[in-house]
Nanobody, 125 residues
Framework: QVQLVESGGGSVQAGGSLRLSCTASRYTYTANCMGWFRQAPGKEREGVAVLSRDSGGPYYADSVKGRFTISQDAAKNTVYLQMDSLKPEDTAMYYC??????????WGRGDEYNYWGQGTQVTVS
């Protein structure tokens, strides 16, 4: 089993920046592809960005390309999401997720991910 722990959410004004972190309790190939989803009230869960530990990616939702950057520190089993030029429509609960294998196939489908964090709130006003 793998536990994912997120941190870094908060409130920020439009145009500001936040950085989210997600640390996995251990590395396993069952959590090789890691990244971020988000869900706003009344909306469906949306894949934001993912990358894989060994190769492949990153992959981004069109709505965040050019503003968000996903990266990793493999030694710390940690994935980061740098969010710049934030907009009110980025307001959501952000969840870290992980699954086995690579990220290329159906990366935005949440039901293909085995592990989830508890979520961290991002509010942009």
């Amino acid at each position: 089993q793998v536990q994912l722990v997120e941190s870094g959410g908060g409130s920020v004004q439009a145009g500001g920046s936040l950085r989210l972190s997600c640390t996995a309790s251990r590395y396993t190939y069952t959590a090789n592809c890691m990244g971020w989803f988000r869900q706003a009230p009344g909306k469906e869960r949306e894949g934001v960005a993912v990358l894989s530990r060994d190769s492949g990616g990153p992959y981004y939702a069109d709505s965040v390309k050019g503003r968000f950057t996903i990266s990793q520190d493999a030694a710390k089993n940690t994935v980061y999401l740098q969010m710049d030029s934030l907009k009110p429509e980025d307001t959501a609960m952000y969840y870290c997720a992980a699954r086995s294998g690579g990220c290329a196939s159906n990366w935005g489908r949440g039901d293909e991910y085995n592990y989830w964090g508890q979520g961290t709130q991002v509010t942009v006003s």
